[in-house]
């Protein structure tokens, strides 16, 4: 059981990286300069330009950020605003997913 479960994994391994070498090939055909961010790279970088699409048809960084649910829930009444906020639930959470995990994968002592 073990040398099949080894097997296997060895098997996936080899699928990832051809899957990566896929990835990487297609994502030079399209100009982009996600991946000279850190904590993006070829994957996170293709997946980010699959669920936005055309940038352009986002008027501002805040529609991109409502669009994939990176934004916070307002309770507020005339000169009172709650501390306590909420992201919204709603977005695309592919979207979501690859820009939290790239954030993720920034080093600690990454200042800026």
């Known amino acids: 059981m073990?040398?099949?479960?080894?097997n296997t994994?060895?098997?996936l391994q080899k699928q990832i990286k051809?899957?990566?070498?896929?990835?990487?090939k297609m994502l030079k055909t399209i100009p982009q300069t996600l991946t000279s961010i850190k904590g993006i790279g070829n994957v996170y970088a293709a997946g980010i330009i699959a669920e936005i699409g055309d940038i352009n048809r986002f008027p501002s960084q805040a529609s991109v950020a409502k669009y994939a649910g990176l934004v916070w829930t307002q309770h507020q009444s005339s000169d009172f605003e709650?501390?306590?906020k909420r992201m919204i639930q709603g977005g695309n959470h592919h979207l979501k997913y690859y820009l939290c995990e790239a954030a993720n994968a920034l080093p600690e002592s990454w200042s800026g």
Request: charge should be negative; glycine fraction near 0%; hydrophobic fraction near 50%.
């Open 9 to 11: 994994i060895h098997l």
């Open 2 to 6: 073990i040398a099949i479960s080894m």
């Open 18 to 24: 051809e899957y990566d070498k896929a990835i990487e």
């Open 82 to 84: 709650a501390e306590d």
